[in-house]
């Protein structure tokens, strides 16, 4: 069992590195072929760690070598697959192999295709390092790779400025979280002395409630980065400058969940701070709600798909927060399947459009694109939660964890947002795909995308219906790791009129959808129309102004700070101080060389200095032999 | 202040010698320099002369008087070399006999 | 008293003629400041009972030396005025001002005055000369020799330093020679 650990784990890596030998040149097939199948591979490895751990086998854990032993300190290169990292596995390589394959046609165009699948490859191989890991220490490796390959890949096409600027707030936004998670590895390591996921969660029980709560605060800061959860979230939005595919694996499925993975993997510490879960679970509905207000007036589709993630995170970590953490991976698992799908229909869109992002300035492309209107509607559907798809399995289940556990406030905030997230999902589909068409006149001739590429984007279509009747079987799987709570509603009258009203809730908001965004006048909004110009519309517009208030309050007083600092002290201080002795030694030189001029004169002159100097030194000694006695009852006096 | 004492004399010597000293120091003509290494001598031919006599020793004098014999020397042979340097160079400003420079 | 007199005047002169001989610009009187300032420390010596001494003074150095000089100065047509390019007289005064400063210093600090002792004591009754005489001829004969010698060497130095054409030796040549070698050399020069 051990070799297809390996195998799952280092795969990538080697496909990686093979792209990453054709990284200059221009275009090869094999350069993106390999990296896809040794990716597969790695998908067939996974499943194999799959059936096995289903099959009631024991955890596979392998140490495989040692990384840091020094004192006290012990940290080795350890995995585990274990029944929530073998889900991990399945997800993340899943929709990896579905993204590389589909890339091959996406990026069939681009200059820099070989060095695309090498970051894409490195990036899925840090994903498996985070999620195999069996320590905090490892868990960081593949935390700060994964970030790494994110910022090499929203900046793909770096001569773009926008994009580059998007890579770096991405890349900086996570490094302030990691910092948070730092201080909490390092807790984790002062009171516990291990940072092995076992022995620190067995050693846990042992301390105060303080400091688990400020652990399990930094730990929870650091997936508040990589999950985009508010404040740190400007960077998901923005993260959509790079190119389709990307956003499909990494702002869908892989890298913003890792955030939950942390959570759900520490349960066992946020167990024990349940004040800390509560303050979770708030701050994810808070932010469910918030990005989906975002999402109802945007007019950049792979924007309004991102805010539908960063709602869906909110659900997600909603669930990780009130303890119910196996739901919380379902629905990480179910998501991940239907908004990686949402994307890469959207990269048809995209592509036929010539990049074009504003609906409005699509409208009528069912006719032309009948595929990716089919898997696109039906991401949608899952999404919002309609039985028997997917979504209607993990998110209802989370609205009952909420019901149940008294929380009706959470549950309002949750429900409202389902609506909410079925209607911008269908204002979408209904502007692109449905009504007037609006794109010939703006002269573009959309096109289908490759059938190739429709037939990978095929299992994960397929996984976003059936996943629902896979929640028994990974319910009695996971619920060896993680805590086994049922959620029953009381009565069943209760629960009946609980789901019933969700659903129908849902489907109004998805009717409204339709009826507004599919009829005959819709026009292009041009900025003068009186919903344009409204205050709330502006507001949601602008993203709440949060963007513009770190640019204005925290970006810029910082970058006059390191200009301040760049200019009077580092310049003035620190390098005048190396300047001068520099300096001084120079002049020292240049005014020494004068002794040696051949000068008869100045010679002269320095010899009778040089008297001079013996002549002191005469009378110096002179008078310290003369009075040699008071001197050493002067030098006794002061203790020497 | 009447009474004239050793120090006197080793005051003047002092004053004297570094009045030399200025010459040496100033002097740009070779020849000029010449006169304040003279003066130089003399000082301390002063001081020679005076503490042999407060002391009643004739070491003093001995001294100075082996002095005197090796200036004259001195200036004949300098003067020489002087002359050999001009005719080369046709002047004796100290600030050209920089040769040896470095 | 005539003695507390005697040295400050001729102290003042001396001193006067010396700084005279080190700042003006003008090489004559440079020289004859020298010489003034020579003999005044002439002065010196007989105030202090040195008469050998300061005879041979006024006859070896302003006598001798000077005539030596005031030749140099004749060959180096250093009569018109020395034009000097200074550097920074500041530091030249106070180099020496501080030089003075400090060997006063030394002098006037009773360290080392306290512990001499004549090594070759002055004899009563006798004249200057006579005993500067009895002690050079017996105690330090060698290094009279030896500065005689020397003496004749810086001679012979300063005639072959500054002689012209000494290959040829006129005295041992008969007058007739002499006078070919002369016409030969006048051809040369006409041809």
Redesign the interface.
């Known amino acids: 069992m051990e070799k297809y650990l390996y195998i799952a784990l280092f795969a990538p890596l080697v496909g990686s590195m093979f792209a990453a030998l054709f990284g200059a040149r221009p275009k090869t097939l094999i350069a993106g072929l390999v990296p896809s199948i040794l990716l597969f591979v790695s998908l067939v490895a996974s499943s194999i760690l799959l059936v096995h751990i289903l099959g009631g086998g024991e955890v596979v854990h392998v140490e495989m070598m040692t990384w840091m032993a020094t004192g006290d300190l012990y940290i080795p290169f350890g995995f585990v697959v274990d029944q929530v990292s073998v889900t991990m596995m399945m997800v993340v390589t899943l929709v990896s192999t579905v993204v590389h394959f589909y890339a091959i046609g996406y990026m069939d165009h681009d200059k820099g295709f070989n060095r695309f699948f090498a970051w894409l490859s490195a990036f899925v191989f840090s994903m498996m390092i985070l999620v195999m890991s069996d320590n905090f220490a490892g868990l960081f490796i593949g935390w700060e790779g994964v970030g790494l390959c994110s910022w090499g890949l929203i900046g793909f096409w770096y001569h773009k400025e926008s994009a580059t600027w998007a890579a770096n707030e991405a890349f900086i936004m996570n490094r302030i979280a990691d910092l948070g998670m730092l201080i909490g590895i390092f807790l984790v390591y002062w009171n516990t002395g291990t940072l092995q996921y076992a022995e620190a969660f067995a050693a846990m029980p042992a301390l105060d409630s303080e400091t688990l709560t400020w652990i399990g605060i930094f730990l929870f800061v650091g997936a508040m980065g990589k999950s985009a959860q508010f404040p740190l979230h400007t960077w998901l939005a923005d993260a959509m400058e790079g190119p389709t595919p990307v956003s499909a694996l990494i702002h869908a499925a892989t890298m913003v969940t890792a955030g939950v993975y942390l959570v759900v993997r520490s349960n066992e510490l946020y167990a024990l701070i349940p004040h800390i879960g509560l303050f979770i679970a708030s701050l994810g509905a808070f932010v469910a709600i918030f990005a989906a207000s975002m999402a109802l007036v945007n007019r950049d589709i792979k924007r309004v798909i991102a805010y539908s993630t960063l709602s869906q995170l909110g659900y997600m970590f909603a669930a990780a927060g009130l303890g119910a953490y196996w739901v919380a991976l379902f629905h990480l698992m179910a998501h991940a399947f239907f908004k990686a799908l949402l994307f890469l229909g959207a990269g048809n869109v995209m592509h036929a459009m010539h990049d074009e992002l504003d609906p409005f300035k699509m409208g009528g492309l069912g006719k032309t694109m009948k595929g990716t209107m089919i898997l696109m509607t039906l991401a949608s559907v899952a999404l919002a939660g309609i039985f028997p798809l997917a979504g209607f399995f993990s998110k209802d289940l989370i609205l009952e964890v909420a019901f149940i556990d008294h929380h009706f406030i959470i549950y309002g905030v949750l429900l409202l947002t389902a609506g909410l997230t079925a209607f911008y999902s269908f204002r979408i589909i209904a502007l692109i795909f449905h009504g007037e068409d609006r794109h010939t006149a703006l002269g573009h001739h959309p096109h289908e995308a490759y059938t190739f590429m429709l037939w990978v984007m095929a299992p994960l279509a397929v996984l976003a219906v059936i996943a629902g009747a896979l929640k028994g079987t990974y319910f009695e799987m996971v619920t060896a790791v993680l805590p086994a709570t049922e959620y029953h509603v009381h009565s069943a009258a209760a629960y009946w009129t609980m789901t019933i009203g969700t659903q129908l809730f849902v489907l109004v908001a998805i009717y409204l959808a339709y009826k507004k965004y599919m009829s005959k006048d819709i026009k292009i909004p041009d900025g003068t129309s009186a919903m344009e110009n409204s205050f709330g519309y502006k507001i949601l517009k602008n993203q709440y102004y949060i963007p513009y208030f770190y640019e204005e309050y925290l970006v810029r007083p910082y970058r006059e700070l390191s200009t301040i600092l760049w200019k009077q002290v580092d310049m003035k201080v620190v390098d005048a101080t190396v300047d001068g002795i520099a300096g001084i030694i120079h002049t020292t030189g240049v005014k020494t060389r004068d002794m040696q001029s051949g000068n008869l004169s100045t010679m002269l002159k320095w010899m009778v200095a040089g008297t001079i100097g013996m002549l002191s030194l005469a009378v110096v000694f002179g008078l310290a032999v003369r009075y040699s006695g008071e001197i050493k009852t002067i030098l006794s006096g002061l203790g020497v | 202040?009447?009474?004239?004492g050793?120090?006197?004399?080793?005051?003047?010597s002092?004053?004297?010698?570094?009045?030399?000293?200025?010459?040496?120091?100033?002097?740009?003509?070779l020849?000029?320099l010449?006169?304040?290494t003279?003066?130089l001598l003399?000082s301390v031919?002063?001081a020679f002369?005076?503490i042999?006599?407060y002391?009643?020793?004739?070491?003093g004098?001995?001294f100075?008087?082996?002095v005197?014999?090796?200036?004259?020397?001195?200036?004949?042979?300098g003067?020489?070399?002087?002359?050999?340097w001009?005719k080369r160079h046709s002047n004796?400003n100290?600030?050209t006999?920089?040769?040896?420079?470095? | 008293m005539f003695e507390a007199i005697a040295f400050y005047l001729f102290s003042f002169l001396t001193i006067l003629m010396f700084f005279i001989t080190v700042t003006t610009s003008q090489a004559l009187y440079a020289l004859t400041a020298l010489a003034a300032g020579m003999i005044f420390i002439s002065a010196f010596f007989f105030i202090l009972g040195a008469e050998f001494l300061g005879a041979i003074q006024i006859v070896v150095y302003s006598g001798a030396v000077m005539a030596l000089y005031a030749f140099g100065m004749m060959f180096f047509d250093t009569t018109r005025e020395v034009k000097e390019k200074q550097g920074n007289k500041y530091i030249v005064v106070g180099l020496s001002t501080l030089a003075a400063v400090l060997v006063v210093a030394i002098f006037a600090a009773p360290i080392v005055s306290d512990n001499i002792t004549a090594l070759y004591p002055m004899t009563e009754g006798v004249g200057n000369t006579q005993d500067v005489g009895m002690v050079l001829f017996t105690k330090y004969l060698v290094p009279f020799e030896v500065a005689a010698v020397m003496l004749l060497v810086a001679m012979i130095a300063g005639i072959v330093l500054a002689g012209k054409k000494m290959d040829l030796s006129l005295t041992l040549y008969s007058t007739a020679e002499i006078k070919d070698m002369k016409k030969d050399q006048e051809k040369k020069v006409l041809s």
């Open positions: 202040m009447m009474e004239i050793l120090n006197h004399y080793l005051v003047l002092t004053i004297l010698f570094a009045i030399g000293l200025i010459g040496v120091m100033r002097r740009k003509n020849l000029l010449f006169f304040a003279e003066i003399n031919n002063i002369a005076a042999s006599h002391y009643g020793d004739l070491t004098q001995m100075a008087f082996f005197i014999a090796i200036a004259a020397s001195e200036v004949a042979v003067l020489g070399l002087l002359i050999v001009h004796i100290l600030d006999l920089s040769t040896m420079k470095g």
